[in-house]
């Protein structure tokens, strides 16, 4: 069973910053690619941002650019989203997510979610 828990969220002012983490329970946890997504009120889930298995490559939906970064310590079995200049329209609920097996990346399709964790940022 695989499992993806999502901490980290709160409430922060225009601005500011937040951490959110990843722990996954993925038994090869370096052979996977891993990606963050969000989903705000009434919108559909969209994507965030992506790390390959090594953390050598990443990919950026374009409005975080430059104020968010993703990372991983395989190590610990976690990833990591740093968020920067935080807006209100970052508001929304994110979550952590992999795909079923090993995959080229960037991944097409992720299997596993994790319950997710809210991101409030208020003007």
């Known amino acids: 069973q695989v499992q993806l828990v999502e901490s980290g969220g709160g409430l922060v002012q225009a601005g500011g910053s937040l951490r959110l983490s990843c722990a996954a329970s993925?038994?090869?946890?370096?052979?996977?690619?891993m990606g963050w997504f969000r989903q705000a009120p009434g919108k559909e889930r969209e994507f965030v941002a992506a790390?390959?298995?090594?953390?050598?490559?990443?990919h950026y939906e374009d409005s975080v650019k430059g104020r968010f970064t993703i990372s991983r310590d395989n190590a610990k079995n976690t990833v990591y989203l740093q968020m920067n200049s935080l807006k209100p329209e970052d508001t929304a609920v994110y979550y952590c997510?992999?795909?079923?097996?090993?995959?080229?990346?960037?991944?097409?399709?992720?299997?596993?979610w994790g319950q997710g964790t809210q991101v409030t940022v208020s003007s």
């Open positions: 790390i390959s298995r090594t953390g050598i490559s990443t």
């Open positions: 993925l038994r090869t946890f370096s052979n996977y690619a």
């Open positions: 997510a992999a795909p079923g097996v090993p995959v080229p990346f960037p991944p097409s399709k992720y299997t596993y």
